[in-house]
């Protein structure tokens, strides 16, 4: 009986691509900054400009508040509630200033179109993560989704990635993570998977940092850089 498509190099062919959200599938900053900034006003403290609340994007929103709060020279006792809240504001902002990545939209159909499962593992909470697939009307795209809440220890564990690649039905020797940070790039690497790092999102620090199979700076080249490693090629 024939065995499982192989790549040249006698690996498995890439059947799932999981991906990170903000910052590599999606511009939220705007939407960030907007609730931080509304908590800020709340707590009398000054409010925060988008590069700032850029840069505290990456390790889900209790990191987030914690870091504007800390930017602001005043960590509270309450912080729980404050992240709470600060969710609260989220939520109210309904998302309308979170927009695609250039070229995303149009790698993400590209990719289903041709029979790979998608994935998206993020810091997120789920339920935000979700709306903002289905506001931009790409949820029936992805085979699985797993949050920040999910009950898994929250990225650079590898738990939450693995679990994810487990929903899209392929083991991780068939999948690859794309994502914009260096926690991105640690969780890919305990995990086991090629890293493919996008340039233009919100990564700090430099490129040479970050154990990568591959970068890319526009999504119209996603294919392309997944046809192109060298141990693993897409299902044609």
Known sequence: MPGRPQSRQGRPRVKAV??????????????????ANRLMRQNGLPELDLATVTCFIGNGIARLVERCFAHSGSLPDDLPDQV???????????????GFMPGAETALRRLAASDMALGLCT????????AILNRLRIEGLFRAVVGGDSGLAQKPDASPLLACV?????????AVYVGDSATDAATAE????????????????????????????HFANLPNV????PHAHPAD
């Not at 487990?166 to 068939?174: F, I, R, S």
Request: with cysteine; charged share 25%; net charge positive.
């Open 18 to 35: 999981v991906f990170d959200l903000d910052g590599t599938l999606v511009d939220s900053a705007g939407d960030l900054q907007a609730a």
């Open 226 to 229: 997944i046809r192109g490693l």
């Open 84 to 98: 709470a809240r600060f969710k609260l504001y989220y939520a109210a902002e309904e998302h309308r200033r979170t």
């Open 123 to 130: 810091n997120k909470d789920t339920q935000p993560a979700r």
């Open 166 to 174: 487990a929903l899209c039905g392929v083991p991780p020797a068939e």
């Open 190 to 217: 305990v995990a086991g998977l090629p890293f493919l790092l996008y340039t233009e999102g919100y990564r700090r620090g430099p490129l040479v940092t970050m154990k990568h199979a591959a970068a890319f700076s």
